[in-house]
């Protein structure tokens, strides 16, 4: 996939670990400008540091080093998404591109000489061993990560799979640090998975956004209606933890849902660049009842679908703020055989806001509970009492075989939902509130 040709937006930590990245998506309006004077005098202090460094530090220092520690500290000083990648760096985010490394499945950054991780991917060791959002990976084996670039950070958590590792982790509201020990695995990301929740009502989770996401949603939809033996009487998008991706996949996602209007923009520096993108008509839910989920480690791409579909009330959104980056990348090539990423622009939602730093709010606020057994292990310690129950009460006047039957089908079906429903209030609480709240607007439509 030649990089040069479209313009990325970036995912939330710019780098990823053990995750299928696209880094392509539409090429921006040419920037090109002319110069500023050069600034001779800085320049001048620039060369006389070199020089000095090169004479005064204690060990030798080769050319090469510093000024490439020049170029990444003058990049990373900009914003955190921007940065420089050697040719090895810029090498391994074109093999990220084929979704098939060993790694541990995790999305960081940066964060006080910390890495931060902004969300785990699903089906991946991070998030079976329980890595979660915003934790600080503060040690990577028995070598402290303060003091590391996020580069080397990345390349100890890398490695071949089978192989283990250790990360220390700190966690908000914990008394101390973490221990996991992880074995590193082939990461396959598929971005689209679904389920039905009920007999008409669909769930899909993306868990980023690459250029075979568009495609793949409308497989999964496919299918489901299959399943559920004709369309969707409601749908569950869920945008949990999923880091972003490419620009385009983000825009057709949002298409695929809306029959018009705008979807997002993006503008340079001073309004140059500017592009917009509208849905083309054609809603594959045909205005079925939709509910979208996101929390904290929900950015970039996933930040723009969940804006879209507010902006547009095509839907509700649910669960926790979102990260708040609202920013594009561009990748850059250079002519070493490295490359910049660099911050070319902002994307706005259809109502014109910026989310860069707030996120979006969601309608309705689902808080992160678990749900827990009693300890007997029944969630239900016992069956409430019906009128059919009591001493010599009323039979039904309707003593028909075929409508006795009919009503024991309805309390079997009626019990093995419950059941259900239990099961998936212990498992994931908000999808359990998002599944009633989609239950009730499929209700409404009717």
Avoid: C, W
């Avoid at 399943?227 to 409601?234: A, D, I, M, T, V």
Wanted: glycine content about 10%; cysteine-free.
């Amino acid at each position: 996939m030649p990089l040069t040709q479209r313009v990325p937006l970036a995912l939330a930590a710019g780098v990823l670990i053990g995750a299928s990245v696209s880094l392509t998506s539409g090429v921006l309006a040419d920037k090109a400008k002319s110069a500023d004077t050069v600034p001779v005098k800085d320049l001048q202090t620039f060369v006389e540091i070199l020089n000095r460094v090169k004479t005064d530090y204690v060990e030798d220092v080769e050319d090469k080093a510093l000024l490439e520690n020049a170029v990444r500290g003058m990049l990373s000083g900009l914003d955190p998404h921007s940065a420089y990648l050697d040719r090895d760096e810029f090498k391994e985010m074109n093999i990220a591109t084929s979704g098939k490394f060993g790694g541990l499945g995790i999305e960081v950054q940066m964060q006080d000489g910390f890495v931060r991780v902004v969300a785990p991917i699903d089906d991946t060791p991070a998030a079976r061993a329980g890595v979660q959002p915003g934790d600080l990976i503060v040690k990577i084996d028995d070598t402290p990560v303060k003091g590391l670039t996020l580069s080397d950070a990345v390349d100890r958590m890398r490695g071949d799979p089978g192989t283990k590792i250790s990360l220390t982790l700190v966690r908000e509201g914990e008394a101390g640090p973490k221990v996991l020990d992880l074995e590193r695995a082939v990461i396959k990301v598929a971005s689209v998975r679904g389920r039905l929740l009920e007999p008409s009502v669909g769930y899909l989770r993306i868990s980023s956004f690459t250029t075979d996401t568009a495609p793949n949603l409308e497989k999964e939809l496919a299918k489901l209606e299959k399943e559920s033996g004709g369309p969707l009487g409601g749908l569950i998008l869920d945008l949990r933890n999923n880091p972003g991706g490419v620009l385009d996949a983000a825009v057709k996602v949002s298409d695929a849902f809306l029959d018009k209007g705008a979807i997002v923009s993006i503008r340079g520096r001073n309004g140059d660049g500017g592009r917009e993108f509208d849905a083309s008509g054609g809603d594959v839910l045909d205005g079925k009842p939709m509910v979208v989920m996101i929390n904290a480690g929900s950015a970039s791409a996933s930040e723009i679908v969940a804006g879209a579909i507010q902006d547009q009330r095509r839907g509700i959104v649910v669960g926790s703020r979102s990260f708040g980056k609202g920013s594009v990348q561009t990748i850059l090539p250079l002519s070493n055989q490295g490359a910049i990423k660099i911050t070319t622009a902002r994307y706005y939602t259809p109502s014109g806001r910026s989310i860069q730093a707030e996120g979006i709010e969601p309608d309705i606020v689902i808080r992160p509970l678990r749900i827990a057994r009693n300890e007997d292990g029944d969630p239900e310690p016992f069956t409430p009492i019906s009128e059919a129950d009591l001493a010599k009460s009323l039979t039904n006047e309707n003593d028909d075989p075929a409508h006795k039957e009919e009503i024991e089908k309805k309390r079997a079906q009626a019990a093995k939902q419950e059941k259900a429903a239990r099961e998936l209030a212990e498992s994931d609480y908000a999808l359990y509130e998002a599944l009633n709240l989609l239950k009730g607007l499929v209700i409404a439509s009717r």
